[in-house]
């Protein structure tokens, strides 16, 4: 069966520091991957999807990126944080096709 | 672009049925309308998705109109576990693999 592991599941970090969130999915190849972001009380905001190794689609502007180094791997980062950075981070996969989605259990991320 | 609407909040009574509206009058012809939930602080669970006809699982049951405009989940008997956000979802565009959440419906179960 498929699986999805997103980690850590809560992480502090300071304004102006670096961040590297993992996304990771077993038992499946070549599926579709996303990023969302939840502000706290709000929606989820779709922030990059990826159907390959290296293909990126930014949704938003901001001040992350995204990379896919391996077909099952998916990685959030930024190089120098903002408060507005903060927020639960999900990760999803879906198979080629788009039947809904699988997600991760989730990264709560404070920037202080 | 396709999207969905629903209801911000609903309370429902435990060991009653709630019933979750959804509006997506812009969906395109072959789109499935997905339901998921978000326990706090958990990632969101897949509950049920469907076409066109009506469909259940041991989660819910959905319920789609003949237009496809609007659909409504069931969930014949709430629990207080059931306390979550509801959201109702569809593909953004055909051939594309987004889906747009919006604040979805927050329902509280009551005891």
């Known amino acids: 069966s498929q699986t999805i592991h997103q980690w850590p599941a809560t992480l502090v970090q300071p304004v102006g520091s670096p961040l590297s969130l993992e996304c990771t999915v077993e038992?499946?190849?070549?599926?579709?991957l996303y990023w969302y972001r939840q502000a706290a009380g709000r929606g989820l905001q779709l922030l990059f999807y990826?159907?390959?190794?290296?293909?990126i689609s930014s949704e938003v502007p901001q001040n992350l990126s995204a990379s896919r180094p391996q077909d099952r791997q998916f990685i959030l980062s930024s190089k120098k944080l903002l408060l507005s950075d903060s927020g639960f981070y999900l990760c999803?996969?879906?198979?080629?096709?788009?039947?809904?989605?699988?997600f991760g259990s989730g990264t709560r991320l404070t920037v202080v | 672009d396709a999207k969905t609407t629903q209801p911000p909040s609903m309370d429902c009574a435990e060991g009653r049925a709630a019933n979750l509206p959804c509006n997506h009058s812009?969906?395109?012809?072959?789109?499935?309308v997905y339901w998921y939930r978000q326990i706090h602080s958990q990632g969101p669970q897949y509950i049920i998705h469907?076409?066109?006809n009506n469909e259940t699982n041991e989660m819910a049951s959905l319920i789609i109109t003949e237009d496809r405009k609007s659909s409504t989940l069931i969930l014949p008997h709430a629990t207080l576990r059931d306390t979550a956000v509801y959201y109702c979802?569809?593909?953004?565009?055909?051939?594309?693999?987004?889906?747009?959440f919006g604040t979805g419906t927050r329902l509280k179960v009551l005891a």
């Open positions: 999803a996969w879906s198979q080629k096709g788009g039947y809904g989605y699988t």
């Open positions: 038992g499946t190849s070549n599926p579709n």
């Open positions: 990826s159907v390959g190794i290296g293909q």
């Open positions: 812009t969906i395109s012809g072959n789109e499935y």
């Open positions: 469907g076409l066109k």
């Open positions: 979802i569809v593909r953004v565009a055909p051939g594309t693999y987004k889906y747009i």
